[in-house]
Structures are given as C-alpha cells and as structure tokens.
C-alpha cells in the first residue's frame, strides 16, 4: 500500500538558517502530493502541493519539487523564522479511481529559534 | 467564515461508555474524513465520506462507526471506547476527494478514555 516517510525530528534551527525536511513515498500510480503544516494547538493546514512529476509546489517561501524518479518530495526554505515552528506533514493521495484517501507521514517538529 | 467544527474539544471518559464526537462544516464539501492522531504515527484515516449515505472504511476504522445523513454532518461515534482509543483525533472536508482538492481540517478533539 501507499506509504510516505520523513526524516524524523524534531528539528531545531536558528532564525534565518536553511531548512530542508526530507520526505519519501510509495505508491503504486501516479499520486498527488502535499505537505500540510499544524502550528500549535491548531488543525493542520495546506501548505504546498504538486500534482505529477517535476511539479514545483510553493508557498510562504517554502517550496518543494515532486521527483518521481526518486520519490521524493523535500520541503526547502531559505530563511527560516520564528513563526514557521510548527509539525510539517507530508502527504500522498492516488488517483480518484482509487478512492479519496489521504496518507500522511509521521510529521516532523521544527522549532526555530531567535 | 468557512470552517470545520467539531464538538466537544476535550473529553475525558471511561472504558466502554458510547461517545459521540460532532464534526459539522458550512462550506457546502461532498467529502469528509475522520482521522487520529499518534505520537511518532502522524494521521491516519479512520473513515471517509465521499457524499451522502457513502462511507467507506480509512485505515484504522476498528471500533469506530459514522454515519452521513446530512452532507454538512460527520459524527464519528465511539460505541465501547477503550484505554487505545485515546488520541486527537481531527475531522476534515473538502469539495471532493483529497487527490485534487485541498483539504480543511477542523480544530481536533482530545479524547482520554480511563
């Protein structure tokens, strides 16, 4: 089945330092792919997304790229800051003929401090 | 405003007193999902609704049931809830499956069974 792993945290960083949370996936076609992003006491909520290969998804200054002949789908941003700490999930969907079903990895804690 | 609500927030109960957890959304979505949440497991799908009447089972549904009468409506119920149960567990729509449409997650429900 379906499967998505992230580098395992929690990831501390200092204000304005280079972030990259890596996240693998398996799947058996052609998936969507998404990371979702939960800040403190909050839901999870979209942050980037890419639906088919070499896609380049962004937002907030974050950004990821679906690779497919690797499986990945590492999330980057450049400068990060105190607001980004947060749990960052990345998530995998298949096809609609498949069913709606979203797979989500084991999230990853990113805490940035001053 | 567009949201997802689910009631109560925090519950504290004993093994095998039935619980009803509400998830209501005013966005209008065909879709809607239960999912818990784990230390070290991320969010795994308990179930899905893809529209009125039509549930099907996520990925860990054992000892929950739902029902879809109204496609604003998602109770996730817990007929004899056990100390493995407890978790946070998150209710989420959308305008259709999650493959391309993004999903909205409500605030999630902290449940503790004794």
């Known amino acids: 089945g379906d499967s998505v792993t992230q580098m395992e945290g929690p990831v501390t960083l200092s204000e304005e330092a280079f972030l990259t949370i890596n996240c693998t996936y398996t799947?058996?076609?052609?998936?969507?792919l998404f990371w979702y992003v939960q800040y403190p006491g909050e839901g999870l909520q979209l942050l980037l997304k890419?639906?088919?290969?070499?896609d380049k998804g962004s937002n907030k200054g974050f950004e990821a790229t679906y690779r497919k002949e690797t499986t990945s789908f590492h999330l980057e941003k450049g400068s990060v800051q105190v607001s980004d700490s947060a749990v960052y999930f990345c998530?995998?969907?298949?096809?609609?003929?498949?069913?709606?079903?979203?797979?989500f990895g084991e999230g990853t804690q990113l805490t940035v401090n001053p | 405003e567009a949201q997802v609500t689910q009631n109560p927030r925090y519950l504290i109960t004993v093994t095998g007193k039935k619980l009803t957890v509400t998830c209501s959304q005013n966005?209008?979505?065909?879709?809607m999902s239960w999912y818990r949440q784990d230390p070290g497991l991320g969010l795994r799908q308990i179930y899905y609704?893809?529209?009125?009447?039509?549930?099907d089972k996520g990925d860990v549904p054992e000892g929950y049931k739902v029902s879809r009468k109204e496609k604003r409506n998602f109770p996730l119920i817990l007929e004899s809830p056990s100390p493995n149960q407890t978790s946070l567990y998150f209710c989420?729509?959308?305008?259709?499956?999650?493959?391309?449409?993004?999903?909205?997650f409500g605030p999630g429900t902290r449940l503790t069974v004794l």
């Open positions: 989420a729509s959308s305008f259709q499956g999650p493959y391309s449409y993004t999903q909205y």
């Open positions: 799947a058996t076609g052609y998936p969507s």
């Open positions: 890419a639906t088919k290969a070499d």
């Open positions: 998530a995998l969907s298949e096809g609609e003929t498949s069913g709606s079903r979203l797979t």
């Open positions: 966005m209008n979505h065909e879709y």
């Open positions: 609704s893809m529209n009125v009447e039509v549930t």
